[in-house]
């Protein structure tokens, strides 16, 4: 009878079997060949920019860039390769939008993307020579980081965003704080991302002409989603006590800031701007400085009482800084709203200034208030 073959044998076999299983195939000319990557947005040396998109179905490429004449046709080439080259481009922090058969959409080859609710814009980020306010520039900077808290006034998850100056971790002193807000369409890390704000503060303070503070960044979207007609009331209510219970007291427990109203301010950008004027006026012993930006501003019974209490409010707020440019859809409310405070006597600076709604105003307007904070 013949013996069984030893287990090392099988083994050997098995080994074998599997060795000729692993070889790779050496006919590799049926195999699809990955497309390199595209590179887009490609910036010359003379800030002319490239863009590229890999669409092999599509009809029209669109670029749409918020620079001047910032929209172009792509045109389609090899590897179903749409491309344009504009510009140049001036030196700024842009938004920009493919537009494929109508459809707008990100830049599938850029990871510079704006955060909004509903993502659809890149970045295309030109630094200025000399650099601008919103540059990164050689110069001590601070740390952004990002937070999940319990929101126990709204009963649920909510993020936000804290930026801490150059030296705040070897210092031991308390700072203030500025409280931060976005627009309709954004969301908490729109500000760093987009806006720059962390830049911003590092070259005034390095430069001298802002105090080291604190920068915190809520979601402005606090009402429940899918809310009513009010929703822009009733989302401010809600972001009033999410405000007030929640972040505060997370920052405060959580940071070395400032806990009087001398050491925080409240500001904001569109949608944000009404909350900050809103929540500001109506809580000057929580904010002695208030700021709106091209801002949706209150409704006149939400802050009437405040108003009328004008010697108290007068004496708490250090500053109400509102600033508009010529043209925003929102100039006409913003000048009644400041006609409203002129006959009320609440001592407030008013900026009329050049420039419609977008980031590159709100950018500059940042860079003029926060100097004067603190």
Same mark, same amino acid.
């Given at each position: 009878m013949?013996?069984?073959?030893?287990?090392?044998?099988?083994?050997?076999?098995?080994?074998?079997?599997?060795?000729?299983?692993?070889?790779?195939?050496?006919?590799?000319?049926?195999?699809?060949?990955? &497309?390199?990557?595209?590179?887009?947005?490609?910036?010359?040396?003379?800030?002319?920019?490239?863009f590229?998109?890999? @669409?092999?179905?599509?009809?029209?490429?669109?670029?749409?860039?918020?620079?001047?004449?910032?929209?172009?046709?792509?045109?389609?080439?090899?590897?179903?390769?749409?491309?344009?080259?504009?510009?140049?481009?001036?030196?700024?922090? !842009?938004?920009?939008?493919?537009?494929?058969?109508?459809?707008?959409?990100?830049?599938?080859?850029?990871?510079?993307?704006?955060?909004?609710?509903?993502?659809?814009?890149?970045?295309?980020?030109?630094p200025?020579?000399?650099?601008?306010?919103?540059?990164?520039?050689?110069?001590?900077?601070?740390?952004?980081?990002?937070?999940?808290?319990?929101?126990k006034?709204?009963?649920?998850?909510?993020?936000?965003?804290?930026?801490?100056? &150059?030296?705040?971790?070897?210092?031991?002193?308390?700072?203030?704080?500025?409280?931060?807000?976005?627009?309709?369409?954004?969301?908490q890390?729109?500000?760093?991302?987009h806006?720059?704000?962390?830049?911003?503060?590092?070259?005034?303070?390095?430069?001298?002409?802002?105090?080291?503070?604190?920068?915190?960044?809520?979601?402005?979207?606090?009402?429940?989603?899918?809310?009513?007609?009010?929703?822009?009331?009733?989302?401010?209510?809600?972001?009033e006590?999410? #405000?007030?219970?929640?972040?505060?007291?997370?920052?405060?427990?959580?940071?070395?800031?400032?806990?009087?109203?001398?050491?925080?301010?409240?500001?904001?950008?569109?949608?944000?701007?009404?909350?900050?004027?809103?929540?500001?006026?109506?809580?000057?012993?929580?904010?002695? !400085?208030?700021?709106?930006?091209?801002?949706?501003? &209150?409704?006149?019974?939400?802050?009437?009482?405040? #108003?009328?209490?004008?010697?108290?409010?007068?004496?708490?707020?250090?500053?109400?800084?509102? @600033?508009?440019?010529?043209?925003?859809?929102? #100039?006409?409310?913003?000048?009644?709203?400041?006609?409203?405070?002129?006959?009320?006597?609440?001592?407030?600076?008013?900026? #009329?200034?050049p420039?419609?709604?977008s980031?590159?105003? !709100?950018?500059?307007?940042?860079?003029?208030?926060?100097?004067?904070?603190?």
């Amino acid at each position: 009878m013949m013996k069984p073959p030893s287990i090392l044998v099988v083994g050997l076999f098995a080994l074998a079997g599997l060795d000729s299983i692993a070889q790779p195939a050496t006919n590799t000319a049926a195999r699809p060949q990955r &497309p390199p990557p595209l590179r887009s947005p490609e910036i010359s040396a003379d800030r002319q920019v490239t863009f590229r998109m890999r @669409a092999a179905k599509a009809t029209e490429v669109v670029v749409a860039g918020q620079w001047p004449d910032g929209r172009a046709p792509l045109t389609k080439g090899d590897n179903d390769v749409w491309s344009v080259t504009v510009g140049p481009v001036a030196p700024g922090v !842009w938004e920009y939008s493919f537009q494929v058969d109508g459809l707008s959409m990100i830049d599938p080859a850029n990871p510079a993307i704006k955060p909004m609710r509903e993502p659809r814009t890149s970045i295309l980020h030109l630094p200025g020579d000399p650099p601008a306010a919103h540059d990164f520039q050689d110069v001590p900077h601070g740390v952004v980081r990002q937070h999940t808290y319990r929101s126990k006034s709204l009963d649920r998850l909510r993020e936000l965003v804290v930026y801490t100056p &150059p030296g705040y971790e070897k210092s031991r002193t308390r700072f203030p704080t500025l409280y931060l807000q976005h627009g309709n369409g954004d969301n908490q890390a729109t500000w760093t991302t987009h806006g720059k704000a962390h830049w911003i503060l590092d070259n005034l303070i390095a430069q001298g002409r802002a105090k080291p503070m604190l920068i915190v960044m809520m979601d402005g979207h606090a009402a429940p989603p899918g809310d009513p007609a009010n929703r822009f009331a009733n989302n401010t209510v809600a972001f009033e006590h999410d #405000l007030l219970a929640d972040v505060i007291p997370f920052v405060e427990a959580n940071y070395r800031v400032k806990t009087t109203a001398a050491g925080r301010a409240l500001a904001g950008l569109s949608m944000g701007g009404g909350q900050a004027l809103t929540v500001g006026l109506n809580h000057a012993d929580s904010f002695a !400085w208030v700021g709106g930006f091209s801002s949706g501003v &209150p409704a006149s019974e939400t802050v009437a009482a405040a #108003l009328e209490a004008k010697a108290g409010l007068n004496r708490k707020l250090k500053l109400l800084w509102i @600033a508009c440019g010529k043209d925003v859809f929102l #100039l006409q409310r913003n000048e009644e709203f400041i006609a409203r405070l002129r006959e009320k006597n609440v001592k407030h600076q008013w900026e #009329l200034t050049p420039g419609n709604h977008s980031w590159p105003v !709100w950018r500059t307007y940042l860079a003029e208030f926060a100097p004067k904070l603190f």
